[in-house]
T-cell receptor, first 112, second 114 residues
Framework: ELKVEQNPLFLSMQEGKNYTIYCNYS?????LYWYRQDPGKSLESLFV?????AVKQEGRLMASLDTKARLSTLHITAAVHDLSATYFC????????????FGSGTQLTVLP | GAVVSQHPSRVICKSGTSVKIECRSL??????MFWYRQFPKQSLMLMAT?????????EQGVEKDKFLINHASLTLSTLTVTSAHPEDSSFYIC??????????FGQGTRLTVV
């Protein structure tokens, strides 16, 4: 059974600071997703990481994947209030790229 | 990315009644659709996987007679919550994909059973 552990669960940070969210998973996978969810809304796709060593960046967010360590990180640089949301990582089983197991989510609050 | 439309976005129903939620892929044909449930402050939990033209596969602990899934065409899957009770109140999200694409998520449906 694939298990996905995400931490921290809650993150409160000040604007301008940097922080990293971690996502560990238990079985072999080569496809990892990061999503953003605003209150009352569905998921917004942020990144798809497909191979070991993959790194993707969009604005103040950067995601990386280490398949050997079964670890992905989402790094936030110089946080701004608009980044406040819940962030989920999700992992797909091999040969089942579309069925996802989600981490518990990280509720990020960026304080002025 | 591809567009998946979910309807309704919000629904309130009385306890004991049934509610149908639709999930449509608007610009592609979805061979597989997934239904997730999300309780407040929690993550998404997969309920079932539906493939067009065949019976849905339910995750352990999900009652297939209570959560009826129909995937009659390549662009439409429906989830019917039968004899709804307050504990069924949740946020239901569908996703859709083809055989070689990632899954795209609908907008979600907030179900409140009173």
């Amino acid at each position: 059974e694939l298990k996905v552990e995400q931490n921290p669960l809650f993150l409160s940070m000040q604007e301008g600071k940097n922080y990293t969210i971690y996502c560990n998973y238990s079985t072999t996978s080569d496809r990892l997703y990061w999503y953003r969810q605003d209150p009352g809304k569905s998921l917004e796709s942020l990144f798809v990481l497909l191979s070991n060593g993959a790194v993707k960046q969009e604005g103040r967010l950067m995601a990386s994947l280490d398949t050997k360590a079964r670890l992905s990180t989402l790094h936030i640089t110089a946080a701004v209030h608009d980044l406040s949301a819940t962030y989920f990582c999700a992992v797909a089983l091999l040969r089942s790229a579309r069925q996802l197991t989600f981490g518990s989510g990280t509720q990020l609050t960026v304080l002025p | 990315g591809a567009v998946v439309s979910q309807h309704p976005s919000r629904v309130i129903c009385k306890s004991g009644t049934s509610v149908k939620i639709e999930c449509r892929s608007l610009d592609f044909q979805a061979t597989t659709m997934f239904w997730y449930r999300q309780f407040p402050k929690q993550s998404l939990m997969l309920m079932a996987t539906s493939n067009e033209g065949s019976k849905a596969t339910y995750e352990q602990g999900v009652e297939k007679d209570k959560f009826l899934i129909n995937h009659a065409s390549l662009t439409l899957s429906t989830l019917t919550v039968t004899s709804a009770h307050p504990e069924d109140s949740s946020f239901y999200i569908c996703s859709a994909s083809t055989s070689n694409t990632e899954a795209f998520f609908g907008q979600g449906t907030r179900l409140t059973v009173v």
